[in-house]
C-alpha cells in the first residue's frame, strides 16, 4: 500500500516556475514507477511525465517535454515535478501516482494523490 500527498501548487505568470512534490508512504515505495498526470476543467486526465523505480529513466509526454523535469529521492520516498517555462496551457490539477511498471495510461497506476492545483496566467 502506497499513500501519496502533492503539494506546491499555486498560481504563476507565464514564464514563471513551479516546483510540485510528491510524499510518499509506504516501505516498497522505492519499487514502484512514479508518475505525474494532470487534468484540465472538462478534459481527461493526460500523462505527464514518470521515472523508473531507480531514477534513472525518465519519459515525458511532448508537451512538457525540455520544460518539465521529474526526480525522486528515494531516502525521502518523495517525487518532484520541477516545472519551468509556464504556459497557460499548463493549468490543471495535477496528480502524483504509483505504478508497477511503466505505463502512460493511468489506468495502469494503482495509487493516486489528491492533486494539486496549477494555474498559468497569460
Known amino acids: 500500500q502506497v499513500q501519496l500527498v502533492e503539494s506546491g501548487g499555486g498560481l504563476v505568470q507565464a514564464g514563471g516556475s513551479l516546483r510540485l512534490s510528491c510524499a510518499a508512504s509506504?516501505?516498497?515505495?522505492?519499487?514502484?514507477?512514479m508518475g505525474w498526470f494532470r487534468q484540465a476543467p472538462g478534459k481527461e486526465r493526460k500523462f505527464v511525465t514518470s521515472?523508473?523505480?531507480?531514477?534513472?529513466?525518465?519519459y515525458y509526454s511532448d508537451s512538457v517535454k525540455g520544460r518539465f523535469t521529474i526526480s525522486r529521492d528515494r531516502a525521502k520516498n518523495t517525487v518532484y515535478l520541477q516545472m519551468d517555462s509556464l504556459k497557460p496551457e499548463d493549468t490543471a490539477v495535477y496528480y502524483c501516482?504509483?505504478?508497477?511498471?511503466?505505463?502512460?495510461?493511468?489506468?495502469?497506476?494503482?495509487?493516486w494523490g489528491q492533486g494539486t492545483q496549477v494555474t498559468v496566467s497569460s
Open positions: 501516482a504509483a505504478s508497477r511498471r511503466y505505463s502512460s495510461s493511468y489506468s495502469d497506476y494503482a495509487y
Open positions: 509506504g516501505r516498497t515505495f522505492g519499487s514502484y514507477f
Open positions: 521515472i523508473t523505480p531507480g531514477g534513472t529513466i525518465e
